[in-house]
C-alpha cells in the first residue's frame, strides 16, 4: 500500500512527462508507419504542461488528476488528448479520497478509466488502439488485488501485461483511427497509443507503489 496524495500523483505525473519526451521521437516513428507522424509530439507537449501544474495547488489528489486530464485535452492535438485526458479525468472522479491507496483502489480506478476510453473512443480490444494495452493491464490490476496482492505487486503485473498487450498490436489489422485506413498494410507495425499507454503503466509502477 501507499499514500494517495496530490505530491504522490505529481510524482508519477512528471515522471511520465519525461519518459514521453525521451521516448518522443520513439512515438513519433511509429506514428510515422500507420498514423499522423505526431504522436510523440502531441503527448510531449502536453504531458510537460501536465508536469508543469503545482501539486501545492491542489487540495488533493483528485484535483490534481482532474486538472491533468483538463490539460491534456486542450493540448495534446489528435485523439490522444480526449482519450488520455478522459483517462486522468475518471481516475480522478474515482479517487476521491487522499491516503492509504490499496490494490483494490487502484484497480478500480484503472478500469473507470479504461470504461472512460473506451466510451469515449468507441475501440475494443484488438482494434489496435491503447485499449489493447490498457485493457489486458487493468485485468491483471483486478486479478492481483483479488488475489490479495499488494499494491506493488499489482502495478508490476500490470505493467507486464500492457506490455504484452502493447506487442500483441504489432499483427493486428488496425480497425479504429488513422491507421485503420491501411487495412491489411497496418499488420507489423506497433501502435503508438499502445505503446504510450503501457509506458504510463510502467511509470505509475515505478512511482505509485
Not at 4 to 26: G, H
Not at 74 to 98: E, I, K, Q
Amino acid at each position: 500500500m501507499s499514500d494517495l496524495s496530490a505530491q504522490a500523483v505529481s510524482t508519477w505525473l512528471k515522471d511520465y512527462a519525461d519518459v514521453i519526451t525521451e521516448n518522443a521521437n520513439y512515438l513519433t516513428d511509429l506514428d510515422r508507419q500507420i498514423g499522423d507522424a505526431d504522436h510523440g509530439s502531441n503527448m510531449s507537449r502536453g504531458m510537460s504542461a501536465v508536469a508543469a501544474l503545482d501539486p501545492a495547488s491542489f487540495a488533493d489528489a483528485s484535483g490534481l488528476l482532474k486538472k491533468a486530464g483538463m490539460t491534456l485535452v486542450s493540448t495534446v492535438g489528435g485523439a490522444s488528448g480526449p482519450l488520455y485526458g478522459t483517462f486522468f479525468l475518471r481516475l480522478g472522479t474515482t479517487l476521491t479520497t487522499d491516503g492509504e491507496l490499496s490494490a483494490e483502489k487502484f484497480a478500480a480506478a484503472m478500469k473507470a478509466g479504461l470504461d472512460g476510453i473506451v466510451a469515449r473512443g468507441k475501440a475494443s480490444q484488438g482494434d489496435k488502439t491503447l485499449v489493447d494495452s490498457l485493457t489486458p493491464a487493468v485485468e491483471a490490476a483486478q486479478d492481483a488485488a483479488a488475489a490479495g496482492k499488494s499494491l506493488a505487486e499489482s502495478l508490476q503485473a500490470a505493467s507486464a501485461a500492457a506490455d504484452k498487450g502493447r506487442d500483441a498490436t504489432v499483427e493486428m489489422i488496425a480497425r479504429r483511427g488513422r491507421a485503420s485506413y491501411l487495412g491489411e498494410r497496418s499488420r507489423g507495425h506497433q501502435d503508438p497509443g499502445a505503446t504510450s499507454m503501457a509506458l504510463l503503466i510502467d511509470s505509475a509502477a515505478r512511482c505509485l507503489a
